[in-house]
């Protein structure tokens, strides 16, 4: 099923999985798979809504192969002409979606079936469930700096202590479309998680495990990707320096709860 027209409003399903795919061919029909585990054992009424964002390879055929031969998932596929990048498809997604819960789940089979349990089992307990890999982090040394030192950063700017900014976040849909980022890369959700604290959102942390991409190359340490973060931490300051030079009377507006 092709997808056009936005949901603006609409909770059908309790949550959508929201499923970005760009060269993926190898590595998405597995993700599919582990979402349909993890859910089958919370037992949540769900939609897959995947986002090819312009695929070459034969990602967009696997799909529609899968979905022709297995109607019973709620499996709904939008096609990028143009590659828009991660931000944009997550905001977009978040439109189109029909779940109250909204949820990131990597095309490239990154996050084992416990790891969206860990997640989608804590829902409700606050506006956001945030995971964070802590001991749990399979990624090679270098990625786990760099994480760490992103981190480290928009905590340092924001003003927070979240542990990982990444990720299979969960959201109120809602708050995605409300607040969501102003970057079409990779740092789009510590745009949006720093932007729901900053308006008095909750959190829940829960730890969980992440290994590396099943197969293929990341598209995450590109060029254009380099400077759409540092683009998001500068917007992360100002909100930041604005909160403190004109809505200082506020006080305390971000809860976690544990």
Request: charged share 25%; proline share 4%.
């Amino acid at each position: 099923m092709q997808v056009n027209e936005p949901n603006i409003g609409k909770n059908e399903v309790d949550i959508t999985f929201f499923v970005p795919c760009l060269n993926e061919e190898e590595n998405i029909l597995p993700t599919i798979g582990t979402i349909l585990e993890a859910v089958g054992k919370v037992g949540l009424t769900y939609e897959i809504l995947i986002i090819d964002d312009n695929s070459t390879d034969g990602t967009v055929p696997a799909i529609e192969t899968y979905m022709k031969e297995h109607p019973e998932v709620d499996i709904r596929l939008r096609r990028n002409a143009v590659t828009r990048g991660l931000g944009r498809n997550y905001v977009d997604g978040a439109y189109i979606g029909k779940g109250k819960y909204y949820m990131l789940v990597n095309g490239d089979n990154a996050e084992p079936e416990e790891t969206i349990v860990a997640v989608i089992g804590r829902l409700g307990a606050a506006d956001m469930v945030i995971p964070y890999m802590g001991k749990n982090d399979d990624r090679t040394l270098l990625r786990r700096t760099i994480s760490s030192t992103f981190t480290s950063l928009v905590n340092l700017l924001g003003g927070y202590s979240v542990n990982y900014y990444n990720g299979p976040v969960a959201h109120l849909r809602f708050n995605v479309m409300r607040w969501h980022s102003d970057t079409e890369g990779f740092a789009y959700q510590a745009e949006i998680i720093t932007r729901l604290l900053d308006e008095g959102a909750t959190y829940v942390e829960v730890p969980f495990a992440n290994y590396d991409r099943s197969r293929g190359i990341s598209k995450a340490f590109r060029v254009k990707n380099l400077f759409s973060v540092a683009h998001s931490l500068l917007q992360i300051f100002l909100r930041r320096l604005r909160r403190a030079l004109f809505y200082r009377h506020y006080g305390p507006i971000s809860r976690s709860r544990k």
